[in-house]
């Protein structure tokens, strides 16, 4: 090698070896001497206080409770002995008998000396009909509580159209199945049936007792009611009330149930409870605002 390129060489080294540590002086990451401080933040609006809640008064023991003295400490307080379950009230007496929830005004109804103009009246009415019936002495059972003070015994409810067996009746519901004979029963025979009604057969009308729910006395008690149980015609044939009666008959005993609804207050019959499988019930109850219960 000569002399002068051994000298470029070395001096080209040496330079380089120099230039490094400026090199490394621009790369190197400059450091802060200290950190800012950061500002701070804003204060916080202010919350209300919240007020503090009064001392909880201590509650003053009732006055049964203020009579009783303290249970000693450990052992709990006995209970009061409830009387048995099945004890009853005895109602108050009201004069010679006693009240009840469940007495109707119409059972302390007696006859008058003289006949009233209503009753009279009504009479008149069922002879208008050329219904057959007569009057009896009047029914009252204190006791029971059933009355009927100026009851009929009923035979035929218009010309001819026999009730049997005979039906004792207050005049009221005598003339009101008299009417409905007339004006529904006796039609839908002839244009349902296609024959003249020759009778009407009932299982019961006056019967001194309680319904069958036994809480309130029967409509039958006052004489308000009538079980129709059959239906005769003149050529002998008849259609009997109950669950399956046969299309035509059944169509006939149908328009005359939901006829029923209206001239009378109670319409039950089968379907409506197993008591009323085998008759019609019709009755006059009375009812708040004229209102029927037909089922």
């Known amino acids: 090698m000569t002399l002068s390129r051994f000298r470029f060489l070395t001096l080209f080294t040496l330079a380089c070896v120099m230039a490094e540590p400026a090199v490394a002086r621009r790369q190197a990451v400059q450091l802060p001497r200290s950190a800012p401080v950061p500002e701070m933040l804003a204060e916080r609006a202010t919350q209300p206080e919240v007020a503090l809640q009064p001392e909880t008064p201590t509650p003053v023991p009732r006055p049964d409770e203020a009579q009783q003295p303290a ?12 009387p048995p379950e099945n004890e009853q009230k ?3 007496k009201t004069g010679d008998k006693q009240s009840s929830p469940q007495s109707d005004p119409r059972s302390d109804t007696v006859a008058a000396e003289k006949m009233p103009a209503g009753e009279a009246a009504c009479r008149t009415r069922l002879h208008a009909l050329n219904a057959a019936f007569e009057d009896e002495p ?17 035979t035929s409810l218009s010309n001819g159209i026999e009730l049997a067996p ?18 529904i029963v006796q039609p839908a025979a002839r244009s349902i049936m296609g024959r003249e009604l020759a009778g009407i057969s009932h299982a019961s009308a006056y019967v001194c007792r309680q319904r069958h729910s036994g809480t309130k006395l029967s409509e039958h008690a006052f004489g308000n009611a009538l079980d129709i149980a059959s239906f005769t015609f003149r050529d002998g044939s008849s259609v009997e009330v ?26 039950l019959g089968p379907g409506s409870d197993p008591d009323h499988e085998t008759h019609l019930h019709l009755d006059l109850a009375p009812r708040r605002n004229g209102s029927t219960f037909c089922q």
């Open 71 to 82: 249970s000693p400490p450990g052992q709990a307080p006995v209970p009061e002995a409830r």
């Open 242 to 267: 109950g669950p399956n009666p046969g299309e035509k008959q059944g169509k006939f005993l149908d328009h005359i149930r939901k006829a029923a609804c209206g001239p009378f207050k109670t319409v």
């Open 90 to 92: 005895v109602p108050e």
């Open 166 to 183: 005979k039906a004792e009746l207050n005049c009221a519901m005598a003339e009101a199945i008299a009417r409905f004979t007339v004006d």
């Open 138 to 154: 009047a029914k009252q059972d204190a006791t029971a509580g059933c009355s009927m003070p100026y009851p009929l015994s009923v």
